[in-house]
């Protein structure tokens, strides 16, 4: 058996080669590379399949992140930073770009734990935060973690009672949905990342924000060109964040197949959930019923103390896997010193930081490949025991 990678980009671009050539090729025609005719087209086809009425390019999912949250400061707070008391509640367990946006936008997160059977931020510890501490917090930004929706209806009431917004970091879920909405589509803004490793991935660094408020979407604009509807007269702190013409031009075409990727993902995880079931040692992700799991990472717990042995066997047989994330939030540096709360014990979040290991799954990843790590994965858990 080749070598196991994570995800088979080399695959993908075969397959749909004819398409993104075209796309490349259009660009090195027109060489309109600011803001050139990609870009709106891409804006205007995804504003339409996520269901809102608009997306903002932007040059990085974490962009998208920060512009959202900065967006909502000016609209909501006439200022171009939240103040340092401003709270947001989000999960510890996700990349830290999550948090990082949210102390880039000048706001404190406040972490509170995570569901065991989903890793998706836990709505109950949101709500227990919001009874004995809320007159901080002005948001909420729940992470679809793995490419799983969080429990948007839980959220969405909660924000409805405390009159907090929310950002869904949907960079791990395009196409995901909650009860048949497109995830970036229920809350007051959406951030998607188009990282190469994503489900609908770019040539390199890219990202989009959704909404369905058009103050927001347009302070986003002009936030991602320095701060201004003209370039040469600003009127906020802004960025040079705009998305490329030619990562545009690739994404669109990539987006082309994104929901049949998006279904063979799908299989290959039910072929995953049904080799591994029962497998002492191991837990399988669990996926809530409203939900339509986009499976941007198949992801298993494994016996504390265990993974390393597990992930050193598969290595050996040549697969690759890897751990998302070895380090909750609320541990790294960057947000301590008082720039970050806990809320409670954060026990879920921690323990899942030493048992989490995520398994190749690419859409291209043939049948043989999916049962070969499927025997690997068993083949170390009758190895050491367990
Ligand atoms: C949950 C989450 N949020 C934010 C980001 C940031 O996206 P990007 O890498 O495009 O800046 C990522 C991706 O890396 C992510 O996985």
Redo the contacts with the bound molecule.
């Keep these: 058996m080749k070598a196991v990678p994570m995800l088979d980009l080399q695959a993908e671009y075969e397959y749909m080669k004819g398409d993104i050539d075209a796309a490349i090729l259009r660009c090195l025609t027109h060489q309109k590379w600011i803001l050139g005719p990609e870009v709106d087209e891409l804006e205007n086809k995804i504003a339409k399949y996520i269901g809102v009425q608009h997306a903002v390019g932007t040059s990085?999912?974490?962009?998208?992140?920060v512009l959202a949250l900065r967006a909502l400061s000016i609209k909501l707070k006439g200022q171009d930073f939240f103040d340092k008391t401003a709270e947001i509640i989000t999960t510890p367990f996700?990349?830290t770009?999550?948090g990082d946006?949210i102390l880039r936008a000048g706001a404190k997160p406040v972490f509170v734990d995570i569901d065991p059977a989903t890793y998706n931020i836990d709505a109950s510890k949101i709500n227990e935060y919001l009874k004995t501490n809320h007159s901080n917090v002005v948001g909420i930004v729940p992470?679809h973690?793995y490419g799983q929706s969080c429990n948007m209806d839980a959220i969405q009431e909660i924000a409805q009672e405390y009159n907090l917004f929310v950002v869904e970091?949907a960079?791990?879920a395009f196409g995901g949905m909650w009860k048949g909405k497109k995830l970036g589509s229920i809350g007051t803004l959406g951030?998607f990342?188009?990282?190469p490793s994503?489900n609908l991935g770019g040539f390199g660094?890219?990202?989009m924000v959704s909404t369905d408020d058009e103050e927001l979407a347009s302070i986003v604009r002009m936030l991602i060109k320095h701060g201004g509807k003209d370039k040469y007269n600003v009127d906020y702190i802004g960025y040079n964040a705009r998305l490329d013409t030619f990562q545009a031009a690739v994404i669109d075409a990539k987006f082309r197949y994104l929901d049949e990727f998006n279904e063979k993902r799908r299989v290959i995880a039910g072929l995953y959930a049904s080799g591994l079931k029962g497998l002492k040692g191991i837990s399988l992700p669990e996926t809530l019923s409203d939900v339509y799991h986009v499976y941007n990472q198949y992801t298993i717990g494994v016996t504390e103390g265990k993974r390393d042995e597990l992930q050193g066997y598969l290595s050996e047989n040549g697969i690759a896997s890897m751990v998302y994330y070895p380090f909750p939030l609320h541990k790294m540096k960057v947000f301590k010193s008082g720039r970050s709360k806990v809320y409670d014990e954060l026990v879920h979040a921690e323990q899942a930081a030493q048992m989490v290991l995520n398994l190749p799954i690419g859409p291209l990843q043939q049948r043989e490949v999916t049962d070969y790590v499927i025997e690997s994965v068993k083949g170390s858990c009758r190895k050491n025991g367990y």
Excluded: C, I, N
């Design positions: 990085s999912g974490t962009e998208a992140l996700t990349f770009a999550t946006a992470v973690l970091d960079a791990q951030a990342s188009f990282f994503k660094d890219a990202g």
